[in-house]
């Protein structure tokens, strides 16, 4: 979803208009749940998925309309479709039950156009989010407000209240797991790619200016500055989801973040360098005081043996273990 926000925010930062297509109920086998979002652009074009087949080419064609038809912002509808096996079976889909969705118009100087601007900025900081949309049910169905407020959820899946007027769809937004790269030089430079395109939130840190800039890392989430890397975990040492990569310019900062990550209780510790360099480190902290169990914490040599050798294919085993590591929590 962080992916998504971020792409709608580029419409908006661009000036576009656009149709927001929203999942609010499902029931059923239907190939998406509540939540699942869509945007259709004026050219057609799509971003996001409401499931596909039926459902999805209706919410196209309604889109369509009220882009071609110069819909105002906040113009509405509601719409339901059945997705029983025998309205699906012409799109080769294999369905029970039905799915509604809220098609909402949004101008890029709209309310909607505004909440995904605050949110995509929200979810690159980390901060969770509830988005509540008030529709208007009358005839002519609108979105009458749009409130964006910041704080852990009550929940993690959204909640669609159609009893009374105005009716209320109120959504989660929980920031994904959170990558601290340390070192911004070529291999950090791709893991940061690679990484925010397998829905991390990525964040890049260095003490060097000309490295560490939004131009070499368009896609991380956050680039930071750092005056050394002494205190460099500091601002997430108590974060039980954090992932560390530390891939900085030599051996002495490794160690340096290192000695900083393994205080910390990130789930994921990862440093470059060969078996030779990642033992001098181990000795050099185990004489510091670290215990054993400390430096098992530390995956190193990074990555999954993939035999690579550009930074490139380093990026691919390092992203890679990551997505191992993350999908044996859930």
Partial sequence: MKAFV????????????????????????????????MAVRR????????????????????????LSNGAADGEARLMFVDMTQELAADSDMICGGGLSMLIEMAAPDGECARAYAELDGML???????????IDGGNSPRVVGHELVAGRPAGDVPVFTRDGDP???????????????????HVSRFTARVAAM?????????????YANRERFPEADEVVVLPSFA??????????????VIVTRGHLHDRTVLAEALRTKARYVGMIGSSTKRNKIYDSLLADGFTRADIERCYSPIGLPLGGQTPEEIAVSIVGELIQVRAAKA
């Fill in 231 to 244: 205190g460099c975990c500091d601002s997430f040492k108590d974060d039980a989801e954090a992932f560390v």
């Fill in 6 to 37: 971020r792409d709608v925010a580029g419409l908006v930062q661009a000036g576009e208009p656009f149709v927001l297509a929203t999942v609010v109920e499902s029931s059923g086998s239907t190939p998406r749940s509540s939540g699942a979002k």
């Fill in 167 to 185: 009716m209320i769809l109120a959504e989660p937004f929980i920031p994904p797991a959170p990558l601290y790269i340390f070192g911004a030089g």
């Fill in 43 to 66: 050219d057609g074009a799509i971003i996001g998925t409401v499931g596909g087949g039926l459902g999805e080419a209706r919410a196209c064609r309604a889109a369509g309309d009220m």
């Fill in 198 to 210: 397998v829905g991390f939130r990525t964040v890049v840190l260095d003490d060097r200016e000309e």
């Fill in 124 to 134: 690159r900081k980390g901060i969770p989010a509830t988005l509540t949309t008030r």
